[in-house]
């Protein structure tokens, strides 16, 4: 009899883990959507069309440009290299709202002419980032 009460409290604590990830995982694909939309792109990039609300077959954790902690549901790294993405960044954005990035790639992307946020401290793990053939849209560099 306790046998069965160890393995049905299992059960329980694995379901628990299971919807205490899973909300992560929609808090975070709706920062996502919403860092999507800050920009004009080309809506059709592969990268990004994944990306869409809760409720819509979407999960941005299965797109190969968004790397997940699998314990955790946190995104950790996102490769948006070349991603047609135009417009300006500022801290406000919702990607810095990712506070456990570890890797950030945005090169060759159009940034219009805007300098780096502040708010890209709140990266406190982030160990690679990389802006190339973006830094001259971040400096307004020609």
Excluded at 60 to 79: A, K, R
């Amino acid at each position: 009899m306790q046998k069965m009460k160890a393995e049905r409290g299992s059960h329980f604590l694995i379901l628990e883990k299971s919807v205490s990830v899973t909300r992560r995982i929609t808090c975070h694909i709706l920062a996502m959507v919403q860092f999507k939309q800050s920009f004009i792109y080309n809506g059709a990039h592969p990268k990004t069309s994944s990306w869409k609300p809760e409720g819509e077959n979407s999960s941005c954790c299965l797109s190969e440009d968004v790397e997940c902690d699998e314990e955790t549901g946190h995104i950790i790294g996102l490769h948006l290299s070349s991603s047609c993405l135009y417009g300006s960044v500022n801290s406000s954005n919702r990607l810095f709202r990712l506070v456990h990035l570890q890797k950030l790639d945005l090169s060759d992307n159009y940034f219009n002419y805007s300098q780096i946020p502040t708010a890209i401290r709140n990266f406190t793990r982030l160990r690679y980032l990389n802006l190339s053939a973006s830094a001259s849209a971040f400096f307004g560099a020609s």
